[in-house]
């Protein structure tokens, strides 16, 4: 049996998908470090979007380039972020540091998603934005290493086909 370093784990996708939820338990099953992006915001980004007000480019790039500084700290030791990396250029981002990075698309439906955000109390992510990530979002693409997910099976079961879809053909996680 062939022995691999820990993986580097992007959970990405739109606000509302679970992001966090999974990523805290795959880095738990996988006995990795945890980082959400959410906590990576500078406070102007958080005003911002509370206030109902879609990020720019230029307003996510020090974010981006502040998780890619922490996939780079962990590339060695493996660890999991939860980021939204909507768009290809953000991806391309966080794999300037993690060239190795897997990214897990969590994927459902936007009527799901809203619900799920409406539903999230004390978060600074309106459902008024929600229809702002789904434009934003760029799928991944056939060269970007990762899978899709659907949102809509339970968090274990999530788990379970993320840990699958790192293992490799040899049994050991990559």
């Known amino acids: 049996m062939t022995t691999t370093s820990p993986p580097l784990v992007v959970v990405m996708g739109v606000s509302g998908s679970g992001k966090t939820t999974v990523g805290a338990a795959l880095a738990q099953r996988l006995r990795v470090p945890f980082a959400d992006a ?3 915001h500078p406070p102007e980004n958080v005003t911002k979007m509370a206030a109902g007000v879609p990020l720019t ?7 981006l380039r502040t998780i890619a500084a922490w996939l ?29 990075a897997f990214f ?4 459902g439906d936007r009527d799901v998603i809203a619900a799920r955000v409406e539903g999230r109390p004390g978060h600074f992510m309106p ?18 290493t990762g899978a899709v997910l659907d949102v809509s099976a339970p968090v274990d ?9 790192l293992a490799p053909k040899d049994g050991t996680l990559r």
């Open 157 to 165: 079961e999530l788990v379970e086909q993320s840990l699958h879809t």
């Open 38 to 40: 959410d906590d990576f």
């Open 127 to 144: 459902s008024a934005l929600v229809d702002s990530q789904f434009a934003t979002l760029e799928p991944l693409e056939p060269d970007e």
């Open 72 to 100: 780079d700290e962990h590339t060695a030791g493996g660890g999991v972020v939860s980021c939204s990396a909507l768009r290809r250029p953000y991806r391309d981002v966080l794999r300037e540091h993690a060239t190795h």
């Open 57 to 63: 480019d230029e307003d996510r790039a020090p974010w």
């Open 104 to 107: 897990l698309h969590l994927h």
